[in-house]
């Protein structure tokens, strides 16, 4: 009798889950309606699916037959974990024009605002800025200070990418900003600040290879305020008011970074669709790859970790360490020949990202 009742309770929550993690499938495929909600859905994907694992598990001891919808809902949702782990091994092509390599790197100011405290850090992270060898370097919070010698980044960088494009114009005197340089002509550029934060924002460098022209759109969006390391700290202190706190300011956080977010993207789409040559969005998503703006560029162009990362590629050097809010995403005209987190360099709170591309048209 106990069996029973325990195998109908299992039964009935069996299936609200497995419907709600259809939808957040549903969700990030079609994107069926635009609202802040739908972030938090889609970002829930990984919970929704470990508790489809759990009931799988618990119905092949219970009751095989009823292990078949788990069963189904997983595989159905296989695709999805190409954004959680990549299994490419890159490829040998031959070099040509065609052929080149971007580095982005969110440099957190270099440290430089505590450079007596971060010396190490702060000199690091110059000289990978410099000696990393890309055709193409986009920086996120990039910064110059002409009156401090070990920060003459703009120049020691322009030495072997001597184009740039800059969103700011005051670089020269320690303004943060998105920052694009080539080894090729910029051709063109344009940019947008987004809100009051001048590190937020795109900037679209068009690059002339010797056969092709391509857009590279930098770009950060807002950070959604999330300090997980606060909520942490309470609850080893065991503050429950602590931790309610916390917790009311991570939801609120979200929500207005879903609705912050769902503007900024719908930005960044039409810059895409507008568009007259293949492009390469990279940058900061602040978001992780189960979330709103993730689930809509990806909806549109295909994203180089999936296509030809390793491992986890994991890029936040901070708490959460878990996520991956780094990102290339890219257009059909191209193909994703090999893509890596660089996790051995530590200079900033975030890893960075470098794709290697085939221009295809």
Not at 28 to 47: C, N, Q, R, T, V
Not at 291 to 316: I, K
Not at 345 to 360: E, N, T
Request: overall charge negative.
């Amino acid at each position: 009798m106990i069996k029973k009742i325990a195998s109908s309770l299992l039964w009935l929550g069996s299936l609200p889950l497995c419907i709600y993690t259809l939808v957040t499938y549903l969700l990030s495929y079609s994107l069926i309606f635009d609202h802040w909600i739908a972030g938090f859905l889609m970002m829930s994907m990984p919970i929704a699916l470990l508790g489809c694992v759990i009931i799988f598990i618990a119905w092949l001891f219970i009751n095989p037959s009823r292990a078949i919808l788990p069963f189904f809902v997983l595989l159905i949702g296989f695709p999805f974990l190409r954004r959680s782990i990549a299994l490419g091994t890159g490829q040998e092509v031959d070099t040509s024009e065609q052929r080149f390599t971007i580095l982005d790197y969110n440099v957190f100011g270099f440290y430089a605002q505590d450079a007596p405290f971060n010396q190490d850090k702060a000199k690091g992270g110059v000289a990978f800025a410099h000696e990393y060898k890309a055709d193409i370097k986009c920086f996120q919070e990039f910064l110059n200070y002409e009156d401090r010698k070990d920060f003459h980044t703009l120049d020691l960088i322009k030495k072997d990418n001597p184009y740039w494009v800059s969103m700011h114009k005051n670089i020269y005197h320690g303004e943060t900003t998105l920052i694009t340089f080539s080894k090729y002509p910029i051709i063109h550029s344009e940019h947008e600040q987004f809100g009051s934060a001048n590190t937020n924002g795109y900037l679209i460098a068009d690059i002339a290879f010797p056969k092709d022209t391509i857009r590279v759109i930098n770009f950060q969006l807002q950070s959604m305020g999330i300090r997980v390391g606060h909520l942490v700290s309470k609850l080893k202190e065991k503050e429950v008011a602590g931790i309610k706190e916390q917790s009311r300011e991570i939801f609120s956080s979200l929500k207005m970074g879903f609705v912050t977010h769902a503007r900024q993207v719908k930005i960044l789409e039409d810059l895409v669709e507008k568009s007259p040559y293949p492009v390469l969005l990279t940058g900061d998503l602040n978001e992780t790859p189960y979330g709103y703006a993730y689930g809509h560029l990806r909806d549109r162009l295909m994203n180089a970790f999936e296509e030809a990362g390793h491992g986890l590629g994991l890029t936040l050097n901070r708490s959460p360490r878990f996520v991956r809010i780094d990102n290339q995403f890219y257009s059909e005209d191209m193909e994703a020949v090999d893509f890596q987190t660089l996790r051995n360099i530590p200079y900033s709170d975030h890893f960075p990202i470098v794709g290697d591309y085939l221009i295809c048209k």
